[in-house]
């Protein structure tokens, strides 16, 4: 596989592989090769060693994220602590619809 310079440009080309893309290198001619993670089925390899590479460097910190397997604090809308959500509160419905309203 060369690992030349590439763009993903088409709908057909739309299945790729993560680390190629990462380093800017060709992606393989044969696309039905390609697998994505068995975890989080989000992200696409080539190879084991793109994958393993990926793995190490990238992918170990957000797998458990895209899998929803794991939730970061304050990472999901509270409307209780949402400035939005409080001024909408605070301003009411009639007024929020007012299309002279600045807020």
């Known amino acids: 596989m ?4 590439s763009k993903i440009s088409s709908p057909e080309n739309a299945k790729f592989c993560a680390n190629c893309f990462n380093y800017s290198w060709d992606q393989p001619d044969d696309r039905s090769k390609i697998q994505q993670c068995g975890k989080c ?5 080539c190879s084991k060693e793109c994958q393993q590479e990926h793995w190490e460097k ?3 910190h957000h797998c458990k994220y895209l899998a929803e397997q ?10 209780a602590n949402c400035t939005g959500c ?12 007012n299309p002279d309203n600045p807020v």
């Open 58 to 60: 990238v992918h170990k």
């Open 41 to 45: 089925k989000f992200i696409n390899y």
């Open 70 to 79: 794991k939730v970061l604090p304050q990472s999901r809308h509270d409307p």
């Open 2 to 5: 060369s690992h030349e310079s």
């Open 86 to 97: 409080k001024e909408q509160v605070e301003t009411g419905p009639v007024e929020m619809a």
